[in-house]
């Protein structure tokens, strides 16, 4: 059976019914790498940390990846009385030893900030690993950040590319590499979370379809549609970016592409009349940016440690620094009408003492 889900979600991302298959037969649990203060959704396991053997059996787990409302919530009382979020991604843990792909530098430097910062949560938006196929990259990935662990970090990533890689043929190792890595999300390739009362994340998979009738899309619009009315801000985690400076010399083929232009195009539309502001981090593009379409920002924070790209900036990007490389993390604080934002840039990640500066900032209002 095993092997079975391991074919089938290796061909998840070229077979539409095959998401509707997944959805309906792979349960989920609640595991050790999210803290205690995080509960399963109702018809879910009760116990905020379950082990492995808590994965409910294939015939019995409900479709939870198109219900309505929070996969996980972490209740209010469990929370800084101003939420604080970082949001990153593009690290690429990999052997340290290889500069090439990667700067381990400045990947472990920005480790080590996360978590001196203490945030409610950290939100990444893919490329944890190198090369998800294989396990060692995990390894990595446990050793560098430690001090997540120890700090009992909220941790909650998104698929990127990078999980993936390896091939076709190792598509199913990649995922379950990155289940066993984040073993509470078994089952599971975009999930929601309730962080208190006024933020809700949405973790989605841009390796898979986010056009109109695929089963993500589908399930987003029922997250979004179920909204409860005190939730003031949506913080939406991917990979690809759906908005981005358009390149004609460099990494063109990071430009954004229709599967995630159709997530823009649904998000411009819904929110107007949606109670909520929406906010979408994205990565894959090793730098920072920032724009606003349809009232709803984008970042691009791909600068978590892997080999930084320059971007050709254009007149809509509203960061417009010369600066680079931009290996960075932004940081969100919520306060009472507002969400504010900050990007901090490390300077060098050669000198002897990390410097950091204050890159970019804005603030959100809520509605």
């Given at each position: 059976m095993e092997h079975l889900l391991q074919l089938v979600v290796a061909i998840l991302p070229r077979m539409r019914l095959s998401e509707v298959i997944k959805a309906a037969v792979l349960g989920s649990f609640v595991g050790a790498m999210m803290p205690v203060a995080v509960v399963a959704q109702a018809g879910g396991p009760s116990a905020a940390v379950a082990p492995a053997s808590a994965l409910a059996s294939a015939s019995t787990a409900p479709p939870l990846l198109s219900m309505a409302g929070p996969t996980f919530t972490v209740p209010e009382n469990k929370l800084s009385k101003h939420v604080v979020v970082i949001a990153y991604g593009d690290m690429r843990f990999h052997d340290p030893t290889n500069t090439k792909m990667a700067n381990p530098a400045a990947r472990q430097i920005l480790v080590a900030?996360?978590?001196?910062?203490?945030?409610?949560?950290?939100?990444?938006?893919?490329?944890?690993?190198?090369?998800?196929?294989?396990?060692?990259?995990?390894?990595?990935?446990?050793?560098?950040?430690?001090?997540?662990?120890?700090?009992?970090?909220?941790?909650?990533?998104?698929?990127?590319?990078?999980?993936?890689?390896?091939?076709?043929?190792?598509?199913?190792?990649?995922?379950?590499?990155?289940?066993?890595?984040?073993?509470?999300?078994?089952?599971?390739?975009?999930?929601?979370?309730?962080?208190?009362?006024?933020?809700?994340?949405?973790?989605?998979?841009?390796?898979?379809?986010?056009?109109?009738?695929?089963?993500?899309?589908e399930w987003i619009k029922g997250q979004i549609a179920g909204l409860p009315r005190s939730v003031d801000y949506v913080m939406i985690g991917m990979h690809h970016p759906p908005v981005a400076d358009i390149q004609t010399r460099i990494e063109v083929d990071h430009n954004p592409r229709p599967n995630e232009i159709a997530l823009r195009d649904y998000l411009t539309k819904i929110q107007p009349t949606t109670h909520a502001r929406i906010l979408v981090t994205a990565g894959h593009i090793h730098n920072y940016e920032r724009h606003v379409v349809g009232d709803v920002v984008y970042l691009v924070s791909g600068g978590g440690g892997a080999v930084p790209y320059q971007v050709e900036r254009t007149p809509d990007d509203l960061y417009q620094d010369t600066d680079f490389p931009n290996f960075h993390y932004v940081k969100f604080e919520l306060e009472r009408n507002e969400l504010k934002a900050t990007m901090y840039r490390l300077a060098d990640p050669a000198a002897a003492t990390p410097v950091w500066q204050v890159k970019d900032s804005f603030a959100v209002k809520k509605k």
């Open positions: 900030k996360v978590a001196a910062e203490h945030p409610d949560a950290v939100q990444t938006n893919g490329d944890v690993p190198y090369k998800g196929s294989d396990a060692a990259d995990y390894d990595v990935f446990r050793s560098e950040t430690a001090v997540w662990r120890e700090q009992q970090l909220r941790v909650y990533p998104a698929m990127g590319n990078h999980e993936l890689s390896g091939g076709p043929e190792k598509a199913a190792q990649g995922v379950e590499n990155w289940w066993n890595a984040f073993p509470d999300l078994r089952g599971r390739r975009w999930y929601s979370v309730a962080l208190g009362k006024r933020i809700y994340l949405l973790q989605l998979d841009s390796d898979l379809p986010l056009t109109e009738g695929s089963a993500q899309m």
